[in-house]
Structure formats: structure tokens, C-alpha cells
């Protein structure tokens, strides 16, 4: 073999490792040359997407400018009493005329469709159809619907090419200046639909109606605060202000405030403002428009150019790189080949498993790679001795004992002296895993997945033998008592205890589970009748519930647990183990239901039950689609003034052929499933929503705050704060205004609630704990939790006790101490008034005051109190 031949595999490879690097770095810079090519396409993309929602907003404000004359020329035609003129005939001459600029609207319509056609051609050629179609409509309100239609198809046009303008990953001031573009855009287009629709209802024209103006003028001004508002460009934010203050601006808001107030039909007078203030209004929003959507495109533009420009210098920086790169791994492979090439076969034989002498000659560098290939060659001869003596099980042999010189001698030595141990402690890993995976770790006793297999496994057993199995599940009661006095620790030893408690009660063939927490199962089998599983229970019960000295604890002081128990009995052929357990589940629930401490058994009584609350969750989750639930409100009086000051939203169940279903009946369904959760959902957003429509009503309810109940499930979600903001957002109130109202004890139930408290407090929103005083909440943590009002049980303020009204008192003085409000429920009685008046009750609510009523029929009267404490509707 000649030395050139000797040399190029050597050659070829080092070559192969010095390309992978650059070949890389090529596909890094390959990567990163795409990335910023697409920002450049993203960008240009964005741009005309932009182009396109401003061409076919130009489109849809011509279209809203041209039905202003065509309903306001309605509207002077239609004929009316002197009463509802309110116009000079010379001011109704001017308004004729601005209606004769139909034509002009007109021809500036086909302008803007024109000049979207170029951006979004199928939009502005829909435009066009819908436009024949409106101009040519037979009488105004049909007009106006094809017109409305029109609005609302240009609208969602804009909306989509915005938001997909916003997929394109705009970054910095063009997002902030799309923002602002959005809140604008938006802001114009309800300004001209609320003018319409209100000049729709003094035409007469059908098409809509008062509620309808009421929404849309009540979004414009929703939408006109938040671009006054925004911080994204306050130039844009003053520019808007300023256009909002422009005569003619203050003369239309005059008009639809006016309007907006009173359910009067519309003066002419009002249509002559409206068809000579219009044009002006909109072209003062209009340039805000324009100058929200110049912004738009500058920056689009900008960013455009920014990424070309960045693309460019990636370019010429990956090349200089490369290059670079080539030249020196070139010199370098010619450096190390050469030196390396005298050592290569000696290496290829070494590595094709022939133990070959090395041969120690040339440079230093080589002599010292060479000295070391030879050390190991002879190492690996001894270790190649030492494997054939193990893989031959003469494990006591000389060369097996003798070690290797060297780390690798005493690694081969300590290695094959541990195989045999290896081998046993595998084996007694795999039992110990087994038994882990099987098995409780504080009580050893089967966990829940043991605990469906053995179910399942005497299940068959039964089936073939024609016998049947049964399950006591057994609960303990006041566990969660001892953990809160004693610690976790405590708690741990004494399910210990009881673990042992309840083996030592069983059959020797019985088998005690834990499930988890402090359930436990007894699994028997070959079961005669239920009586002997009742005894069994009974049995458990008082084994269970004996006294339990713990560790750390003083000697005289012992700690005591009672249980429930559920029966469940497999009859033969059912082979469902998580069945099984579920009933012996729904049966301990009825025992702990029935006052704890017993043993109830499953039946086709709770069968029955179960099926009927299955079918009544179904029932309630179709009406609450269908919408046959309803909010009734109770007042809540301020104790001092004797004026409604807030109302509690409670949940009724209007179903067809039952009739009005009281709360009690289906609320525990509900709270049994995430059905409560879509419940609550519905209640925050329909109590928001009756609050904004009182406000537009005016009158006594107007202002009113409002009260909802949240479950302890619904509260334990991710989604509450979601679902508050939603009905927030949605009804445009201030979070000021709701309070959430929660039990008390779900702050000892739920870990979470309190960290959800704390977000919607944040955002404004109130927090009462209701039925306060039943829970496990003591007054001394009251400085610590995150609400603002207490609500006092009824149960409390209705005893006639002297020591309950003693508390409520204490309650009210330790409520005031950490700065909460109080609200007394259940109050019926004006002896029960005179008690919270004289210990500084802030509110009250009760069947004294008003009963839960719908919202139409919520009381208007307020309620004084004379100076014996007695209460008299004013």
C-alpha cells in the first residue's frame, strides 16, 4: 500500500468533519436569511391588508353617509302632529336641501368602490350588488335593512383584513398604530350607524327599532371612550377628542342623548340638526381616520424596508463568514493530516479488533499518541482474558481475580465483582417496585388502582363461582379537624392507626384499600346477605371512632374520628369494578347526608335518585341553553339612609310544565358538575347586562349595584377571571359595581380561592362572604382574607337567643375593626331591625324589605325607620 494511499482516507475524513461545521453554519445562515425574507414578505403582506381594510372603511363610510339623506328625507316626509314638528318650515327647507345631496353620496359611493375594487376586488364588487340593491328598494325600511346589511358586511370586511394584517407578526409602533387604527375604525362606523338607525325609527321605517338605537348609540360611546382613552399614539387619542368636540359633533350627541332619554316620537326639528350637523361630524372623524391609517402604513412601510435592509447585511456578513471559515479549516487539515498519517494503520488494526504491537516512532506528539495506543492495546488483551473467563462462569479463576492495571484494571475488577450482586438486587428492585406501585405509602395498605384491580378480579371470581362481592366504603369524618389543630404529621399517624384498626376488624380474607385522602375500602367476598355487611360497617364505625393518643400530643389529651360507611353488593354477572365503587361512593354520601356516624346501603332507591338527578342536570343544562333561566333581585338596604343601594341577582329556573322551580331544588344538581360553572357564567353576564339597562331606563334603578353568587367549583377554575371580565367588557360597567358573593366555606375547601380573590379585587371588583358564621372561618383571620363585605347568616339574625344576638353584634364590631362592610340577611321582623340598627349594621336584606323579585317588578320605595327602630316603607 503506497503512502498516498495510506494518506487519503485520513485525508477525506478530516475533511468530512471540517465541512460539517461550515455546512452547518451555511444552514444556520440559510435559516436565518429565510426568516428575515419572510418579515420583508410578512410585512408587505401586512401592508396591503391594511391598504385593504382602509379602502373598503372609505367604501362603508360613503355607504353610511349616503342613508343619512335618504332616511332623513323619509323622516321630513312623514307626516306628524304640531307637537312633534319642533322645526321652522325655513329650517326644514335647509334640511331638504342637505337631503338633496343624495346625488352627490351617491356618486361619492361609486368613487370609494371604485377605488377598493384595485385592493379587495370581490368586497367592493359585493359592495356594488348590495348598493343596486338598496337604492332601488321599494320603501325606506326595506332601503334600510339592504343598507344596514351592507354596513355590517363592510364591517366584518375590515375587521378580517385587520386582524389578519395582525397575524403577520407586526412588532412595536405598527402593532401599538393598528391598535389605534382598530379602536377608530370602529368608533366611526357605530358614530354613523347610530345616526341612522335613529333616523330609521323617525322614518318609520321598521327595519329597527328604540332598543336596537339604544345598543348601537350605547357602543359609540363605549368605543368613542376607548379611543379617547388608549395610550398606543396620544395624538390620535386628542385628535379624536377634539373632532368630539366640534359643533356639530355636540349638536348630534345633543340630538341622540336627547333621544336616547326619552321614547317620544322624534321632532322634526331633531332631523333638521342631524341632516345639516351629519356631513360635518363625519368628516371631522374622518380625518382622524385618515391620520390613524397614514400611521398604519408609514410604519408597515417602515418595516418593510427594515427587513429588506437587515436581509442585505445578513447576506454579505454569512459570506464574509463562510468564507472565512473555508480558508482556515483548509490550512488546518493540511497541518494535522500529515503528522497523524504514520499512525493510521496501526490505529485501523487496533480498531478492527487485532491487538497488533504499536510501533513508538516520529514526532513527540505521535510518540505520546503511540504509547498510549499500545498501554491500552495490552490492557485490553488482559481485559479480553478476563471476559472470556466470565462469559465461561469461572468467576473464581486467577485472571478474574487479578486485576488490570490502571483506573480501567480496578473499574473491570470492581465491575465483574459486582455482577453477581447486580443480578440479585435487580431481582429484589423489581419486587419492591411492584409492591410500591400497588401499594399505599403511609398505610401499605392496596392504593385505588390496586384496589379496581382486586374489585375486578373478585368480580370474575364471583361470576364463576355464582356468588357475589361487596364493598363498604368507609369515610372519615372530622379528618380535616385534626389536620388544621395538629399538623399533616398528626393527621399521617392517625390514618396509620385506623389502617390498622380496620385490618384488625375485618375477616382474615377481607381486604382493607385506601383510596386516598381519608376514604378507605373493604373488599369482601363471598357475600350471603347485605346484614352481614351492615354489621361489618357498624363494626368499623365503632373501631374507628375509639379515642387515638398520638405521638407529641399530652398524655391525657386524645384526638377522635368517626366514620361513615357505604354498601355497595356486586350482583353476579356485573363485572365493572369503578361501577361498584361508585355506588358504594353514592351510598356513604347518603350516610354522611343522614347526620355521619352510619352505614347506608345502595339500593334501588338511591339508584333511582341518582338517575332522577342525572336526568334533572340533563333538563337544566338544555334550559340553561334554551334559556328558560331567569334572575330574580332582593334589594339591600343602607341601614343609615333607608334607600336601595345594591341588589343580590339569585338564579330561577322558569321550566316549561313545572313552573317557577325554587333554587334549592336544582342548585345542588348543578354544583355536583362543571354545570355550575356555565351557570355562573350565564349570571355574571345577564346581572351585568340588566344593571346597563336600568341605567338607560333611568329612574329608581338606575346606578344600582349588584350581587352574584360563585360556586366553590366555579371558583377553583382558571376561566373566573376570564368569565368576570367577559360580563364586565361586555356590559362596559365599572368593576366597582359587582360583587362576587362566596360561601365561607370555600376558603377552606378550595386552595385556589383565595389567589383568584386577590385577582378580581385587583381589577376592582367587590367580594362578600356569604352565610358567614356557619363555616370553619374564625374572626381573627378576617385581616387576612381578601374581601370587603360580610354577610351575616340568617340563621343568626333570626334566632331569638340572646347569645346569637350577642354574636351577631361581636360579628358586626369585628367586621368594622378590619374595615369590612356588613349586610344582615334574612331579616323578616322589625324587633330583628332595631337589633342591627342599634349595633351599627351597615345593610340588611329580607322579606321585611322585599322578596326576590323579577327585574321588571324590583320595588321603587325606600324604607324609613322611626325612633323606636321600627321600619316603615316611605
Request: with cysteine; charged share 25%; glycine share 8%.
Amino acid at each position: 500500500m503506497t503512502p498516498s494511499r495510506r494518506g487519503r482516507p485520513l485525508q477525506s475524513t478530516l475533511l468530512a468533519l471540517v465541512l460539517v461545521p461550515v455546512v452547518g453554519l451555511t444552514a444556520v445562515a440559510g435559516v436565518a436569511v429565510d426568516d428575515r425574507l419572510d418579515r420583508a414578505r410578512d410585512a408587505e403582506a401586512a401592508l396591503a391588508e391594511v391598504r385593504a381594510a382602509i379602502a373598503l372603511d372609505e367604501v362603508r363610510d360613503a355607504v353610511a353617509q349616503e342613508v343619512v339623506p335618504v332616511l332623513a328625507a323619509a323622516a321630513l316626509a312623514r307626516p306628524r302632529g304640531p307637537a312633534a314638528s319642533g322645526a321652522t318650515p325655513e329650517q326644514v327647507e335647509r334640511a331638504l336641501g342637505a337631503t338633496a345631496a343624495r346625488a352627490a353620496s351617491t356618486a361619492a359611493t361609486d368613487l370609494a368602490v371604485a377605488a377598493a375594487s384595485p385592493v379587495d376586488g370581490e368586497g367592493a364588487r359585493t359592495a356594488a350588488r348590495a348598493l343596486a340593491g338598496a337604492r332601488t328598494a321599494p320603501d325606506p325600511g326595506t332601503g334600510f335593512g339592504r343598507y344596514d346589511a351592507l354596513l355590517h358586511d363592510l364591517g366584518g370586511h375590515v375587521g378580517d383584513h385587520l386582524r389578519a394584517a395582525r397575524t403577520l407578526g407586526l412588532e412595536g409602533e405598527l402593532s401599538a398604530a393598528l391598535n389605534d387604527l382598530q379602536r377608530v375604525s370602529r368608533a366611526h362606523a357605530l358614530a354613523g350607524k347610530e345616526v341612522a338607525f335613529h333616523l330609521a325609527v323617525a322614518a318609520g321605517a321598521g327595519a329597527v327599532d328604540r332598543e336596537d338605537f339604544l345598543r348601537v348609540w350605547g357602543a359609540y360611546h363605549q368605543a368613542a371612550a376607548d379611543v379617547r382613552d388608549a395610550d398606543d399614539d396620544p395624538a390620535v387619542a386628542r385628535a379624536w377628542e377634539d373632532a368630539d368636540r366640534s359643533a356639530a359633533a355636540l349638536r348630534v350627541d345633543g340630538v341622540l342623548a336627547a333621544a336616547a332619554r326619552s321614547d317620544g316620537e322624534p321632532a322634526l326639528g331633531d332631523v333638521v340638526v342631524l341632516a345639516t350637523s351629519v356631513p360635518e361630524r363625519n368628516a371631522a372623524q374622518r380625518a382622524v381616520l385618515a391620520r390613524a391609517a397614514g400611521a398604519v402604513v408609514e410604519r408597515a412601510q417602515r418595516q418593510a424596508d427594515e427587513a429588506r435592509r437587515q436581509l442585505q447585511q445578513l447576506l454579505v456578513l454569512c459570506g464574509v463568514v463562510v468564507a472565512a471559515t473555508l480558508t482556515g479549516t483548509l490550512l488546518a487539515r493540511r497541518a494535522i493530516a500529515r503528522p497523524l498519517g504514520r499512525l493510521a494503520e496501526q490505529s485501523r488494526a487496533v480498531a478492527a479488533g487485532e491487538l497488533v504491537d504499536v510501533e513508538e516512532n516520529g514526532p513527540a506528539e505521535v510518540r505520546v499518541v503511540a504509547q498510549g495506543l499500545a498501554a491500552a492495546v495490552d490492557s485490553l488483551r488482559r481485559v479480553q482474558a478476563q471476559a472470556d473467563a466470565i462469559a465461561a462462569g469461572d468467576l473464581d479463576c486467577e485472571v478474574v481475580r487479578t486485576p488490570v492495571p490502571g483506573p480501567l484494571g480496578a473499574f473491570v475488577h470492581a465491575s465483574v465483582t459486582q455482577v453477581i450482586t447486580a443480578f440479585h438486587e435487580r431481582e429484589r428492585l423489581q419486587a419492591d417496585l411492584a409492591h410500591q406501585a400497588a401499594h399505599d405509602a403511609l398505610t401499605e395498605l392496596p392504593n385505588r388502582a390496586q384496589t379496581l384491580v382486586l374489585t375486578e378480579r373478585a368480580l370474575h371470581r364471583a361470576a364463576r363461582q355464582h356468588g357475589r362481592v361487596g364493598l363498604l366504603f368507609v369515610d372519615l369524618d372530622h379528618f380535616k379537624a385534626v389536620n388544621d389543630s395538629f399538623g399533616h404529621a398528626a393527621g399521617d399517624e392517625l390514618l396509620r392507626v385506623v389502617a390498622s384498626r380496620m385490618h384488625e376488624t375485618v375477616r382474615g380474607g377481607d381486604v382493607v384499600c385506601r383510596l386516598g385522602g381519608d376514604e378507605f375500602v373493604v373488599l369482601v367476598e363471598g357475600v350471603e346477605d347485605e346484614k352481614g355487611l351492615v354489621d361489618l360497617g357498624e363494626r368499623l364505625i365503632r373501631a374507628v371512632s375509639a379515642p387515638v393518643a398520638l405521638t407529641g400530643l399530652p398524655q391525657a389529651q386524645h384526638v377522635r374520628v368517626g366514620a361513615s360507611v357505604g354498601v355497595a353488593v356486586g350482583t353476579p354477572g356485573a363485572l365493572d369494578a369503578e361501577r361498584l365503587v361508585r355506588d358504594a361512593d353514592a351510598a356513604v354520601y347518603r350516610a354522611k347526608s343522614a347526620g355521619r356516624g352510619v352505614v347506608e346501603v345502595f339500593d334501588d332507591e338511591l339508584r333511582a335518585e341518582l338517575s332522577a338527578r342525572a336526568e334533572l342536570e340533563t333538563a337544566l343544562r338544555r334550559g340553561l341553553d334554551g334559556g328558560e333561566l331567569v334572575l330574580h333581585y332582593q334589594p339591600v338596604l343602607d341601614l343609615q339612609t333607608g334607600r336601595t343601594r345594591s341588589v343580590e341577582a339569585l338564579v330561577r329556573w322558569q321550566r316549561p310544565g313545572h313552573g317557577l322551580v325554587p333554587p334549592d331544588s336544582f342548585i345542588p344538581v348543578a354544583e355536583a358538575s362543571s354545570l355550575v360553572c356555565d351557570l355562573g357564567r350565564w349570571a355574571l353576564a345577564e346581572a351585568t347586562a340588566q344593571l346597563v339597562r336600568w341605567d338607560v331606563e333611568g329612574g329608581h334603578r338606575a346606578g344600582l349595584d349588584v350581587a352574584v353568587n360563585i360556586s366553590g367549583r366555579h371558583l377553583a377554575q382558571a376561566h373566573l377571571l376570564d368569565d368576570v371580565t367577559d360580563a364586565l367588557t361586555a356590559s362596559g360597567i365599572a368593576a366597582s359595581r359587582l360583587t362576587v358573593e362566596i360561601t365561607e366555606t370555600v376558603l377552606v375547601d378550595e386552595p385556589l380561592a383565595l389567589e383568584h380573590l386577590r385577582s378580581l379585587r385587583e381589577i376592582g371588583v367587590r367580594v362578600a362572604i356569604d352565610d358567614f358564621g356557619t363555616g370553619y372561618t374564625s374572626i381573627g383571620q378576617l385581616s387576612r382574607l381578601p374581601v370587603d363585605v360580610l354577610k351575616i347568616d340568617r340563621s343568626f339574625v333570626s334566632s331569638p337567643e340572646a347569645g346569637n344576638g350577642d354574636l351577631v353584634r361581636l360579628l358586626i364590631s369585628a367586621a368594622h375593626s378590619f374595615s369590612l362592610g356588613v349586610v344582615a340577611e334574612g331579616v323578616e321582623e322589625d324587633t330583628q331591625l332595631s337589633a342591627l340598627l342599634a349595633a351599627s349594621c351597615d345593610a340588611a336584606q329580607g322579606f321585611l324589605f322585599a322578596r326576590p323579585v323579577p327585574a321588571d317588578d324590583l320595588p321603587a320605595a325606600a324604607f324609613a325607620v322611626d325612633g323606636a327602630g321600627r321600619g316603615a316603607r316611605s
